[in-house]
């Protein structure tokens, strides 16, 4: 195709398989920035979540088909690169609009500001689109749009001066432009755990460490969680057995709401009883995950509370900002959720624990405790970490909570090739309504076939 100079509202058919839209502009002394980014939109005209914003905190979305390549830097021009594989786009997408935006200036202040839409495969240009601007913050410079079953580039030159903040929010992206430090759970108030039944068998819970340091209320749940714990472990022919308990939260973009009502805090509370009952020390090794993962601090019993405030924390990414520094304000130990991301990447989480494992053996087995709300799609990655970890001392829980497309992990339990079944996988609708003797039981019934088998087979 022959290289073609574009003006404003100006349309061409693309026969790329793949394309670049590569923005430039030329280096000056004092000029702002700037960054590319790009948006997935259905026919509706919105993204279908926060997961369909490409841009250098987000940079592959979850299809492979869009990905944001970084910056080049040389003769005096500097480029920011995305790539669009047309091919790999999904169904229901029907345009990729290619951003811009500039957070220290207005795009007035920037020369020589042009679209380039390259071959990906040949890196021959394939159209020009000269652009110019005022007070603008954000710009939509192109857009790729499907029409007849044939893909088009259109030529858009529109300008925002709300920033890429008001252009994506048009679009139907969630924005939270200055979060707070730390996001404190909203504890909803706790019903009292249902006592086991009257015909349920007498069984001991053991006296933890930490926990006479608890507040009332919460020392009180906890005490008849451990007892409800206990109850499943005998009813699933395991009283009296020790493992190291890990727990794994899912932080991407979907599980904000989860948090902010309280719903995670919650299911941490009710593992920490789970911890407390198959390992008296009271302590409990946590990871968060979403883009990346990151190891929490060590939950201890007695700082039950406080760990809660610090460490149940999502959302803190500023999707429209620089995460150059870290963020001011942060208690030591706690993450910078902004370097954490808003993606799905369990394998990370499950790599980071196997190598945790490795580096601290332990008499006891381990137990992950894994809650994730789906959106699952590295398969491939997930089978691999999960089969491969079939030979060590660790059984995989993996909680369901309430959205969609969980992947390979519905499917571990009957996938062949493995000498013992080391995945389990439920999931529930609304996890706050389930009740601690039905949750407990979906949690525990596989973990103790499990370590009979791994006896057997010289695992444990």
């Given at each position: 195709?022959?290289?073609?100079?574009?003006?404003?509202?100006?349309?061409?058919?693309?026969?790329?398989?793949?394309?670049?839209?590569?923005?430039?502009?030329?280096?000056?002394?004092?000029?702002?920035?700037?960054?590319?980014?790009?948006?997935?939109?259905?026919?509706?005209?919105?993204?279908?979540?926060?997961?369909?914003?490409?841009?250098?905190?987000?940079?592959?979305?979850?299809?492979?088909?869009?990905?944001?390549?970084?910056?080049?830097?040389?003769?005096?021009?500097?480029?920011?690169?995305?790539?669009?594989?047309?091919?790999?786009?999904?169904?229901?997408?029907?345009?990729?609009?290619?951003?811009?935006?500039?957070?220290?200036?207005?795009?007035?202040?920037?020369?020589?500001?042009?679209?380039?839409?390259?071959?990906?495969?040949?890196?021959?240009?394939?159209?020009?689109?000269?652009?110019?601007?005022?007070?603008?913050?954000?710009?939509?410079?192109?857009?790729?749009?499907?029409?007849?079953?044939?893909?088009?580039?259109r030529a858009v030159g529109q300008g925002y001066a709300s920033g890429l903040a008001g252009l994506a929010t048009d679009f139907g992206i969630t924005v939270d432009d200055d979060p707070p430090a730390t996001v404190v759970p909203?504890?909803?108030?706790?019903?009292?755990?249902?006592?086991?039944?009257?015909?349920?068998?007498?069984?001991?819970?053991?006296?933890?460490?930490?926990?006479?340091?608890?507040?009332?209320?919460?020392?009180?749940?906890?005490?008849?969680?451990?007892?409800?714990?206990?109850?499943?472990?005998?009813?699933?022919?395991?009283?009296?057995?020790?493992?190291?308990?890990?727990?794994?939260?899912?932080?991407?973009?979907?599980?904000?709401?989860?948090?902010?009502?309280?719903?995670?805090?919650?299911?941490?509370?009710?593992?920490?009883?789970?911890?407390?009952?198959?390992?008296?020390?009271?302590?409990?090794?946590?990871?968060?995950?979403?883009?990346?993962?990151?190891?929490?601090?060590?939950?201890?019993?007695?700082?039950?509370?406080?760990?809660?405030?610090?460490?149940?924390?999502?959302?803190?990414?500023?999707?429209?900002?620089?995460?150059?520094?870290?963020?001011?304000?942060?208690?030591?130990?706690?993450?910078?959720?902004?370097?954490?991301?808003?993606?799905?990447?369990?394998?990370?989480?499950?790599?980071?624990?196997?190598?945790?494992?490795?580096?601290?053996p332990a008499t006891a087995p381990t137990l992950v405790l894994f809650f994730s709300d789906g959106g699952v799609y590295r398969n491939a990655e997930i089978e691999r970490e999960l089969r491969e970890a079939v030979e060590e001392?660790?059984?995989?829980?993996?909680?369901?909570?309430?959205?969609?497309?969980?992947?390979?992990?519905?499917?571990?339990?009957?996938?062949?090739?493995?000498?013992?079944?080391?995945?389990?996988?439920?999931?529930?609708?609304?996890?706050?309504?389930?009740?601690?003797?039905?949750?407990?039981?979906?949690?525990?019934?596989?973990?103790?076939?499990?370590?009979?088998?791994?006896?057997?087979?010289?695992?444990?």
């Amino acid at each position: 195709m022959t290289a073609r100079s574009m003006s404003k509202g100006a349309n061409l058919p693309i026969g790329s398989r793949a394309v670049r839209a590569e923005l430039a502009w030329s280096e000056t002394p004092g000029a702002p920035d700037v960054d590319a980014s790009a948006l997935l939109l259905t026919g509706a005209g919105r993204v279908r979540s926060d997961g369909d914003f490409v841009f250098y905190n987000q940079p592959q979305h979850a299809s492979g088909s869009v990905r944001h390549l970084g910056k080049q830097r040389g003769s005096g021009v500097t480029t920011d690169t995305v790539e669009v594989d047309l091919r790999a786009v999904e169904p229901d997408v029907e345009r990729v609009v290619l951003c811009a935006s500039t957070d220290d200036g207005t795009f007035g202040q920037i020369s020589g500001l042009t679209l380039r839409l390259l071959d990906a495969g040949t890196q021959g240009e394939l159209a020009r689109f000269d652009m110019e601007a005022t007070t603008e913050t954000a710009f939509i410079g192109g857009e790729l749009y499907l029409r007849g079953g044939q893909w088009k580039f259109r030529a858009v030159g529109q300008g925002y001066a709300s920033g890429l903040a008001g252009l994506a929010t048009d679009f139907g992206i969630t924005v939270d432009d200055d979060p707070p430090a730390t996001v404190v759970p909203l504890l909803p108030p706790a019903p009292a755990p249902e006592p086991p039944a009257p015909s349920a068998p007498t069984v001991a819970s053991r006296l933890s460490k930490g926990e006479e340091q608890l507040p009332v209320d919460m020392r009180k749940r906890l005490s008849l969680r451990k007892e409800q714990v206990a109850v499943s472990l005998e009813k699933h022919g395991a009283a009296g057995v020790t493992a190291r308990v890990v727990l794994v939260l899912d932080a991407s973009g979907s599980m904000s709401f989860l948090y902010s009502k309280g719903v995670v805090a919650d299911v941490v509370e009710r593992m920490a009883a789970v911890a407390a009952q198959l390992d008296d020390d009271g302590e409990m090794q946590a990871w968060t995950f979403a883009s990346h993962a990151a190891r929490l601090p060590d939950l201890h019993l007695g700082d039950l509370p406080e760990w809660l405030r610090l460490h149940v924390r999502v959302g803190e990414l500023s999707l429209f900002g620089r995460s150059r520094k870290p963020r001011k304000g942060l208690r030591a130990g706690q993450v910078d959720m902004r370097a954490v991301g808003i993606q799905n990447e369990e394998q990370k989480a499950i790599a980071q624990v196997r190598q945790y494992v490795r580096d601290h053996p332990a008499t006891a087995p381990t137990l992950v405790l894994f809650f994730s709300d789906g959106g699952v799609y590295r398969n491939a990655e997930i089978e691999r970490e999960l089969r491969e970890a079939v030979e060590e001392p660790i059984f995989w829980q993996f909680v369901g909570m309430g959205r969609a497309n969980y992947g390979v992990l519905e499917r571990f339990g009957t996938l062949p090739g493995r000498r013992v079944d080391n995945v389990g996988f439920f999931a529930v609708d609304d996890i706050s309504k389930v009740s601690d003797p039905e949750l407990y039981d979906r949690l525990l019934s596989e973990f103790p076939a499990w370590m009979t088998a791994a006896s057997q087979a010289g695992i444990l």
